[in-house]
Every structure is written in C-alpha cells, then in structure tokens.
C-alpha cells in the first residue's frame, strides 16, 4: 500500500526521511510522463528552500503536521509571486498575486512544501477534466487497466493526477459541484468537501460563491482529516461510533439509476459489508431529488454567478474562452434578478426538504458516481458526448452543494478493479460525523480487503 501523508509526517518526526527526500521523490514523479499535463507552473526552487527550511526546523525541535511535504494547489488559488490564471487563456498576462490564498497560507503555516499550481478544466466549469488550453492530464489509475487514455475527472484535475501519481502527499482544491469528489471517484482516492462556510475562500477565482467550496484530495480519510483541520483552523471530533450503531440513508431515488456495471458491483457489494457490520443502511424513495432538475433548469447558481463575474472579460475576449466553459458562463445571461432571488427561495425550501428526509439518520450514502472514467478522446471530439457525460457526473455530488453539505468520496473497488467511489454525505455542519462514518468504513472495506 503506497504511504499516505500521515505515514510520511510520522517518519519525518521520527528522524526516519528527510524533508529534502521526499521533495526530491517528489519531483521526479512530477517530471515523468504520466504528470506532462499535470501543472499549469512548478514552484521547484521555491518547494526546495521550503524543504531544507522544515528539515533545519525539525531538527531545533519545532513540530509542523506537514514538515515540508508537497502539496499542489489548483490554479485558482493566489501563490504569492505567481499569476493564478485558472488554467485559462483569459487570465494569462495577470499579475503576480502579491500574497498567498488564506488557505495556501495556512498549508505553509503548517509547514508545506508547495510544488506548483496544477491543471483544471477552465475556471473549474466541469466535472470531465478536459482542458484545450494546457492539455488534458489522463487518469493515471485506470492506464494500468486499459491503455486507452481515460478522463481525469474535474474540475481539480490535476490536482488528483499529482497525489495519485506520487507527485504529491494531497491537493488543494474547490469543489462547486463535485470537482474534488469527482476525479477522486474516478482515480481511487479520498476527497472531502467541507460544509462551505468552514474554510475560506479568500484568495480565489470564483466560480459561484454560493456554492464554491475550499477543500482537499488526499490518499486516505485520516489524511483528508488532518489537511481539513489546517485549512479550517479546527479540529475534527470523532466519536469513533461502530458502524453497527449507525443509521445511514440510501436513496433510491435518481443516485442510484444507470449505474455501470462496474459501478453497480462495487457499491452493491459495499452495501451489504456495511450491513454485514451492523449498519442500518434503509433504501427508501427522496422526494425532494426529484425537484432538482427544476432548481437547476436555468443553469442555477454557478451559471448566474460565473456571469456576472465573467461578462466584461467575456465582452472582449470570448474568443479566447474554451467554447464550452463559454456557452455554460453565459447561460447565466438570461437570468434576471428576480430568477435569482427566486431560486435563493426554492434552495432554501428545498434543504428544508432534504432536512427531513434525513431525520433519524447519521448520514445518507450513495455511489459518487454512476460510471467509471470514460475514454478521453471521444469526449474531446463530441459537443453532445461530452455535455451529457458532464451531466452524469455532475448527478449525484452537486445534490451535496446545493445542500450546503459536507461529504466524503473515499474508493470502494477492489484492488485490480475500475476505481469507484462511495460518498458519505450529511447537511451543513456534519462534517465531524461524515468524516468519523468515512473513516469507520474505510477502515471495514480495507479489513474485508485482507
């Protein structure tokens, strides 16, 4: 089993590795091919002094939960020194950010060494990965199943490449509407959305402020635990309840259809180790999913709020946009003020909804996602395959946005298999509970495992 983050800081506390090492490790894996359209700029002389620096501090006794490991961070957080471009043409000529994304400062604080911004669909507007301008990372994972090239998953696509590939102990990320849980699912790792309001956002690109969420991939769920406590300057309560105590919610209603074989296997067969455990996992019907398409008929809160930050630079320079990030932005054009306050109403009513659905639960579950990686080149070539994939993949994470909600996608296959993930989802300010019931099932699908 490759080590996590946790392994690797118990090390270096330990006088085991060293900072400069790993970091060197580090960037030999961000220099082979698998990671050629992993980073948008590498912060390689700036991530060694960080390294020697955590070493020298070490040794005069000082203790960082990081010690000079290496992070990436997603091309829409400010590094100080670099432009933040988010992946985009548009923003290619931005000045250097003059100081570091809360968040980004926060990792350093915690002693993190950081390797380089890495590749995204444009302005983070999809889940497939895909990005015309710097290239298309391919899904590192699934190459060893099958030599055609797969999606990453986005919109923190490079992000997961950098951690599953070695390059990096996690990823800093956002997820609007799954952009950390999606490339998790679909390359075997672990990602954790926070419930919004716990981790800043200061320091970013915007895609939707209403929905926007500062977060993290990571190799493990403990790990995801410890980089959330960073970011949200917190620490995480576990109760550490067996998972023979706990009530989790399936809904039957739209999360669960057109699941691909492999997907439908891997989530089935969860299911029932986690009933084997004792879990009360009840299926029953979710209303309140069916009124999604509705909520979201206008293009909902990313469309209305990615135009009125992009309409002026789009008014000049649309041109240089993806066209399909472009024609999704301005889908957001035909939304009046009144549209807007009325959705604001009808998310409001429907959390209420979702509220009660979820009475008497610990947390819900479902598959993150209903398919595995689709083959890349297909969906780089066809307008129509690529809206609907996007569409799939966006079904089942977004309800956790709009929720205002906390999850966590940790894998559920089994090693040789398609990756696949499970998400453990709750309303706002669950996250100690998502995270404690991730963990507890990690930790039963890693014993079955053996």
């Known amino acids: 089993m490759t080590p996590d983050l946790s392994d690797a800081a118990a090390r270096l506390a330990a006088g085991r590795a060293s900072a400069v090492d790993l970091l060197e490790h580090s960037l030999a894996m961000a220099d082979a091919e698998a990671n050629r359209y992993t980073f948008v700029r590498r912060f390689d002389d700036g991530a060694r002094a960080a390294a020697r620096q955590a070493d020298e501090a070490r040794r005069a006794g000082a203790r960082q939960p990081l010690a000079g490991l290496a992070i990436t961070v997603k091309d829409l957080f400010d590094v100080a020194g670099a432009p933040t471009t988010a992946a985009s043409r548009v923003l290619a000529d931005a000045p250097a950010a003059t100081q570091d994304a809360t968040a980004v400062a926060r990792l350093r604080a ?9 590749n995204m669909t444009e302005f983070a507007f999809s889940g497939v990965g895909i990005n015309p301008h710097y290239g298309t990372p391919p899904n590192p994972v699934t190459a060893s199943l099958d030599p055609t090239p797969r999606i990453p998953g986005g919109s923190t696509s490079g992000g997961a490449v950098s951690v599953a590939t070695d390059a990096a102990w996690a990823a800093l990320g956002s997820d609007t509407g799954g952009s950390v849980r999606i490339p998790s699912a679909l390359q075997g790792l672990v990602g954790f959305k926070n419930t919004q309001r716990l981790t800043p956002l200061d320091g970013t690109v915007p895609l939707s402020t209403t929905l926007d969420t500062t977060c993290a991939i990571t190799r493990t769920v403990r790990d995801a635990i410890l980089v959330h406590e960073i970011l949200a300057q917190r620490r995480v309560t576990l109760s ?23 997907v439908a296997q891997a989530f089935e067969r969860t299911v029932g180790r986690l009933r084997a455990a004792g879990a009360a996992v009840v299926e029953m019907p979710c209303a309140p999913l069916e009124q999604l398409s509705t909520l979201q008929a206008g293009g909902g809160f990313a469309a209305a709020e990615a135009w009125a930050w992009h309409r002026r630079m789009m008014s000049a320079r649309e041109g240089d946009y993806d066209p399909r990030v472009a ?3 301005r889908r957001g054009a035909s939304m009046s003020a009144a549209d807007y306050l009325d959705l604001v109403r009808a998310r409001r009513a429907w959390i209420d ?3 009660q659905w979820l009475h008497g639960f610990d947390a819900a579950i479902s598959p993150t996602l209903p398919v595995v990686a689709p083959p890349l080149q297909p969906l780089i070539e066809d307008d129509e395959r690529f809206f609907a994939t996007n569409a799939l993949l966006l079904r089942n994470p977004s309800v956790v946005n709009l929720l205002d909600g906390c999850a ?7 090693t040789g298999d398609w990756p696949v993930g499970l998400m453990v989802w709750a309303p706002a300010l669950q996250d100690d509970a998502v995270l404690d019931i991730a963990l507890q099932i990690e930790d039963c699908l890693a014993a079955d495992a053996a």
């Open 408 to 414: 966590v996608s940790l894998p559920c296959h089994r």
């Open 327 to 329: 024609v999704r932005i």
């Open 110 to 118: 915690a002693g993190a060494t950081i390797l380089g911004h890495t």
């Open 240 to 262: 550490h309840t067996p998972l023979a105590a706990r009530r989790l919610a399936l809904p039957s209603t739209a999360m669960i259809d057109a699941l691909e074989p492999a």
């Open 353 to 355: 909804a979702m509220g």
